[in-house]
């Protein structure tokens, strides 16, 4: 028997005639199974990019991940600039859709049609239904991977009912825990003009959100969330005035209880100098079972993170969320790890990249309970069938998440939204779901060494991709010969949305071409938005192969 929430979903797509045509079968996907089909799944497409062109130049994209890592990460990949460095099975490049012509396709979509679908609700329905927690509450018996009956995995509970500082507020009128925040998209692919929109949200365990007696306490929890930004950015974090006093806690390590304008970042536990959480996270620090340290999440920290199609305002042409979800990832902090357990967690795997590099990774997990990272993280995620409902991510659909959280240099305790958050003096602490406010406006971040980011990686990379496809962004801010275009590229320096976001025709396209790979099913062979082949990614390398870059660049933090 078909679920409720199911028909709902298809039915809108029979309205819309967007279903699939009556002679093709939907593909399926096992779920239960975690043998995978490509090794190496976890190394991702852009890492067969071709970084020197047919005129001898080299292009550098590789700096958005692989780099001298900070403490306490230890990964420290730049060499990976330099050289494809991959085991045996991964020489043969296994991302095939980068190599599929789909403009026929794509052309016999209208633009009313792939509005009509990206704008139907996979995850809530119009009426601010959760679709996805009501199929998984009816466990379809193909998604049930131990046959106990029932999920074991996360249920989606976010209801994208943000307040003013950015809190999702459940139907009970209480805080379902999850924050959403505004933050700088990570260059190349997460950028919208390639392919998709995002948001991500954080929680914290109740004990976080709560004062010592166990009574859930806004400020407490807000308090706490900028304790944690201060510790991941490894720098302090200004806050509304607060009273000290009530907290028990001195925030801004000034010697005294009194009025705080800011947490202070000060751990050096050597030196003596420490950091405390506030309300019941603090009595639990105080008894070992709240750990706290620089660089590092609270043990049960949660992310959410949602891929979207790209919608757009017919009349402006400004670009938003899609209500149809892409992908809905999802990872938590289940295991806390120490400085020495991480680095010599890194150490280990850098000997083994060394002794035996044709070794691959191993993962451990499944469909329905997530999949293991090795450093304390366990992710889960869904992601849309045939039909553009959500299911299930398979083993090896979630392995493909791994490579990215834990395995490259440019992550911060496995993560890279969190970190890029955008600052304070942008209002409301930068506290905002994208729906609340989008991208327009929003100045472009400067490298510590003084740089501005985004037009730092279009001068490195002589893109605004990884793949070198995306022309649109090429056309508008480099010459031929590859520098920037001075006057195009000021006008994002204020305003990221003019770089960032795509004109509606590539918007659309773009859309349309993903939702090929959707009827499909062929996530295993890639999930990049593309229209045309990609001419600039290898078929096949060999064996530290040589990039062509001789000097690797620095991450944005520095």
């Given at each position: 028997m078909t679920?409720?929430?199911a028909?709902?979903?298809?039915?809108?797509?029979?309205l819309?005639?967007?279903?699939?045509?009556?002679h093709?079968?939907?593909?399926?996907?096992?779920?239960?199974?975690?043998?995978?089909?490509?090794?190496?799944a976890?190394i991702?497409?852009q890492?067969?990019t071709?970084?020197?062109?047919?005129?001898?130049?080299?292009?550098?994209?590789?700096?958005?991940?692989h780099v001298?890592?900070r403490?306490?990460?230890f990964i420290?990949?730049?060499d990976?600039?330099t050289a494809?460095?991959l085991?045996?099975p991964?020489?043969?490049n296994?991302w095939?859709n980068?190599f599929?012509?789909?403009?026929a396709?794509?052309?016999k979509v209208?633009?009313d049609?792939?509005?009509a679908?990206?704008?139907?609700g996979n995850y809530?329905?119009?009426?601010?239904?959760?679709?996805l927690?009501a199929k998984?509450?009816?466990?379809?018996?193909?998604?049930?991977?131990n046959g106990?009956?029932?999920?074991n995995g996360f249920?989606?509970?976010?209801?994208?009912n943000f307040?003013?500082?950015?809190f999702?507020?459940?139907a009970d009128?209480r805080?379902?825990?999850?924050?959403?925040f505004a933050y700088?998209?990570l260059?190349?692919?997460?950028w919208?003009t390639n392919g998709?929109?995002?948001d991500?949200?954080?929680?914290?365990?109740a004990?976080y959100?709560?004062?010592?007696?166990?009574t859930?306490?806004?400020?407490v929890y807000?308090?706490?969330l900028?304790i944690v930004?201060?510790?991941?950015?490894?720098a302090?974090?200004?806050?509304a005035p607060?009273d000290?006093t009530a907290?028990g806690?001195?925030?801004?390590h000034?010697g005294k209880?009194g009025?705080?304008l800011?947490v202070?970042?000060?751990?050096?536990?050597?030196?003596g100098?420490?950091?405390s959480?506030v309300?019941?996270?603090?009595?639990?620090q105080?008894?070992?079972?709240?750990p706290?340290?620089?660089?590092?999440?609270p043990?049960g920290t949660?992310?959410?993170?949602t891929?979207r199609?790209i919608?757009l305002?017919?009349?402006?042409?400004?670009i938003r969320?899609?209500a149809?979800?892409k992908?809905?990832r999802?990872?938590?902090?289940?295991r806390w790890q120490?400085?020495f357990?991480?680095?010599e967690?890194?150490?280990?795997?850098?000997?083994e990249?060394v002794?035996?590099?044709?070794?691959?990774s191993?993962?451990?997990?499944?469909?329905?309970?997530?999949?293991t990272?090795?450093t304390?993280?366990?992710l889960?995620?869904f992601?849309e069938?045939?039909?553009g409902?959500?299911?299930?991510?398979?083993f090896?659909?979630?392995?493909?998440?791994?490579?990215?959280?834990g395995?490259v240099g440019?992550?911060?305790d496995d993560?890279f939204?969190?970190?890029?958050?955008v600052?304070a003096?942008?209002?409301?602490g930068g506290?905002?779901?994208?729906?609340?406010?989008?991208l327009?406006?929003?100045?472009?971040?400067i490298?510590?060494?003084?740089?501005p980011?985004?037009?730092?990686?279009?001068q490195a990379?002589g893109?605004?991709?990884?793949?070198r496809g995306?022309?649109?962004?090429?056309e508008r801010?480099?010459t031929?010969?590859g520098t920037?275009r001075p006057?195009?590229v000021?006008?994002?320096r204020?305003?990221?949305?003019?770089l960032?976001?795509?004109?509606?025709a590539?918007a659309l396209?773009?859309?349309k071409?993903?939702r090929e790979i959707?009827?499909?099913?062929?996530?295993?062979?890639?999930?990049d938005?593309?229209?045309?082949?990609q001419?600039?990614v290898?078929?096949?390398?060999t064996?530290?192969?040589?990039?062509?870059?001789?000097?690797?660049?620095s991450a944005?933090y520095?």
């Amino acid at each position: 028997m078909t679920h409720p929430a199911a028909r709902i979903s298809l039915a809108c797509l029979v309205l819309a005639g967007l279903a699939l045509p009556a002679h093709a079968a939907p593909p399926v996907v096992d779920l239960k199974t975690t043998v995978l089909k490509n090794r190496t799944a976890y190394i991702p497409p852009q890492c067969y990019t071709k970084t020197e062109d047919a005129a001898g130049a080299v292009h550098n994209p590789c700096f958005t991940c692989h780099v001298e890592s900070r403490a306490p990460h230890f990964i420290n990949d730049d060499d990976l600039q330099t050289a494809y460095s991959l085991p045996g099975p991964a020489l043969k490049n296994p991302w095939t859709n980068l190599f599929v012509d789909r403009r026929a396709e794509v052309a016999k979509v209208s633009d009313d049609e792939i509005l009509a679908y990206i704008r139907t609700g996979n995850y809530l329905d119009h009426e601010g239904r959760n679709l996805l927690a009501a199929k998984l509450a009816d466990l379809p018996p193909e998604w049930d991977v131990n046959g106990d009956g029932r999920w074991n995995g996360f249920t989606p509970d976010v209801t994208y009912n943000f307040d003013a500082d950015g809190f999702d507020i459940g139907a009970d009128g209480r805080m379902t825990g999850w924050r959403a925040f505004a933050y700088y998209p990570l260059n190349g692919a997460f950028w919208p003009t390639n392919g998709a929109t995002d948001d991500v949200m954080i929680r914290l365990p109740a004990a976080y959100r709560e004062t010592a007696d166990g009574t859930e306490n806004r400020l407490v929890y807000e308090t706490n969330l900028a304790i944690v930004e201060a510790l991941i950015r490894r720098a302090p974090v200004p806050i509304a005035p607060t009273d000290e006093t009530a907290l028990g806690v001195d925030l801004d390590h000034d010697g005294k209880l009194g009025q705080a304008l800011f947490v202070a970042f000060d751990w050096a536990p050597k030196e003596g100098r420490t950091m405390s959480w506030v309300g019941l996270a603090k009595s639990l620090q105080a008894a070992g079972s709240a750990p706290l340290a620089a660089g590092l999440y609270p043990l049960g920290t949660e992310f959410l993170h949602t891929v979207r199609y790209i919608d757009l305002d017919e009349t402006s042409g400004e670009i938003r969320m899609a209500a149809r979800l892409k992908e809905l990832r999802y990872m938590r902090k289940t295991r806390w790890q120490t400085y020495f357990d991480r680095q010599e967690g890194a150490l280990a795997e850098a000997k083994e990249r060394v002794d035996f590099p044709d070794r691959i990774s191993l993962f451990f997990g499944s469909s329905e309970e997530g999949v293991t990272n090795g450093t304390g993280w366990r992710l889960q995620g869904f992601i849309e069938d045939a039909k553009g409902d959500l299911r299930p991510q398979s083993f090896e659909e979630t392995v493909f998440c791994i490579g990215c959280h834990g395995g490259v240099g440019a992550n911060d305790d496995d993560t890279f939204a969190f970190p890029r958050k955008v600052p304070a003096t942008l209002g409301n602490g930068g506290w905002w779901h994208w729906s609340q406010k989008a991208l327009y406006g929003i100045p472009e971040m400067i490298r510590a060494d003084g740089a501005p980011e985004y037009a730092h990686y279009l001068q490195a990379n002589g893109a605004g991709d990884e793949l070198r496809g995306n022309t649109e962004v090429i056309e508008r801010y480099l010459t031929e010969a590859g520098t920037l275009r001075p006057a195009p590229v000021a006008t994002f320096r204020a305003d990221v949305s003019r770089l960032l976001y795509p004109s509606p025709a590539r918007a659309l396209a773009l859309d349309k071409a993903y939702r090929e790979i959707v009827r499909e099913q062929s996530f295993a062979k890639g999930r990049d938005a593309t229209v045309v082949p990609q001419d600039n990614v290898h078929r096949e390398v060999t064996q530290d192969q040589s990039t062509g870059i001789t000097r690797p660049l620095s991450a944005w933090y520095e």
